[in-house]
């Protein structure tokens, strides 16, 4: 069956890292563009960051210069990597593979002193 498995949440200190990973069964994330996405406590979801089909990478203003996507080489996983993390960032995490419109089922990340 077609799954998205998100790992690597968990609880860090405000400045700490995390890396997350979204590993892809059942399809493939070659020529499909894929993304991140959050949601925090009373805030709707909101795009982190994006790959494009072509490799071109788009993030939020809020992280930018923080956060880091990429693929790896066999196209199974993506990730997030995650520096200088603020208790803003707290949310559940989420990755999404379009068309045909994919999610996994999140990962918490907890960022607190």
């Known amino acids: 069956q077609v799954r998205l498995v998100e790992s690597g949440g968990g609880l860090v200190q405000p400045g700490g890292s995390l890396r997350l990973s979204c590993t892809a069964s059942?399809?493939?994330?070659?020529?499909?563009?894929a993304g991140w996405y959050r949601q925090a406590p009373g805030k709707q979801r909101e795009l982190v960051a994006r790959v494009t089909v072509g490799g071109t990478t788009n993030y939020a203003d809020s992280v930018k210069g923080r956060f880091t996507v990429s693929r790896d080489n066999a196209k199974t996983t993506m990730y997030l990597q995650m520096n200088s993390l603020k208790p803003e960032d707290t949310a559940v995490y989420s990755c999404n593979v379009e068309r045909p419109n994919l999610w996994g089922q999140g990962t918490q990340v907890t960022v607190s002193s």
């Open positions: 059942g399809i493939s994330l070659l020529y499909k563009a």
